[in-house]
T-cell receptor, first 115, second 111 residues
Framework: SAVISQKPSRDICQRGTSLTIQCQVD?????MFWYRQQPGQSLTLIAT?????????ESGFVIDKFPISRPNLTFSTLTVSNMSPEDSSIYLC????????????FGAGSRLTVL | DQQVKQNSPSLSVQEGRISILNCDYT??????FLWYKKYPAEGPTFLIS?????DKNEDGRFTVFLNKSAKHLSLHIVPSQPGDSAVYFC??????????FGAGTTVTVRA
């Protein structure tokens, strides 16, 4: 299965700042997703990162707050903009695993704490 | 609106015994179900899945049961081992790769 590297693994940020999370995959993948896990809650899909076009956002998430880039089939970034304490979460990158239908492989996640 | 629900936030079981994790869903369009396991500081890893056309899938110590009429699935781990201590997420898909996750159940296996 694909190997996903996320950076940073964790960070502590000040309110009002922005942080960009990077996701690097060791193979070309068509479908890449960004999820968020708020403390004590389930994983929620933020958006689908589309290569060569704008990301597709889920209800409740907007591009101005979570801009996403997908310059090629192995790399994507998610920016959390103008952060507030409510943005403190684990952000996870995931890709469709070619070894099994409907199976997503996840990165280790980026744990953000906003003060 | 939470479409996938895991009503038990935690489960403690003795080593060698059976662990049973439950999951309920509300969306009748879901046609594929997965269980993921998550250790601290790691991403979720795929454990086992089941298609809606089946009612059981087994992989070693792990068995998933699906009751479509009740919109319920369960994961059985037999026998439970200390390395099984983790958070388990139930997830479901309807015709695309967008997973809907439950809130997770933390399993602790006691020696």
């Amino acid at each position: 299965s694909a190997v996903i590297s996320q950076k940073p693994s964790r960070d502590i940020c000040q309110r009002g700042t922005s942080l960009t999370i990077q996701c690097q995959v060791d193979s070309q993948v068509t479908m890449m997703f960004w999820y968020r896990q708020q403390p004590g809650q389930s994983l929620t899909l933020i958006a689908t990162a589309n290569q060569g076009s704008e990301a597709t956002y889920e209800s409740g998430f907007v591009i101005d707050k979570f801009p996403i880039s997908r310059p090629n089939l192995t790399f994507s970034t998610l920016t959390v903009s103008n952060m507030s304490p409510e943005d403190s979460s684990i952000y996870l990158c995931s890709v469709v695993d070619g070894s099994g239908a409907n199976v997503l492989t996840f990165g280790a996640g980026s744990r953000l704490t906003v003060l | 609106d939470q479409q996938v629900k895991q009503n038990s936030p935690s489960l403690s079981v003795q080593e060698g015994r059976i662990s049973i994790l439950n999951c309920d869903y509300t969306n009748s369009m879901f046609d594929y179900f997965l269980w993921y396991k998550k250790y601290p500081a790691e991403g979720p890893t795929f454990l086992i899945s089941i298609s809606s056309i089946k009612d059981k899938n087994e992989d070693g110590r792990f068995t998933v049961f699906l009751n479509k009429s009740a919109k319920h699935l369960s994961l059985h781990i037999v026998p439970s081992q200390p390395g099984d201590s983790a958070v388990y997420f139930c997830a479901a898909i309807a015709n695309d790769y967008k997973l809907s996750f439950g809130a997770g159940t933390t399993v602790t296996v006691r020696a």
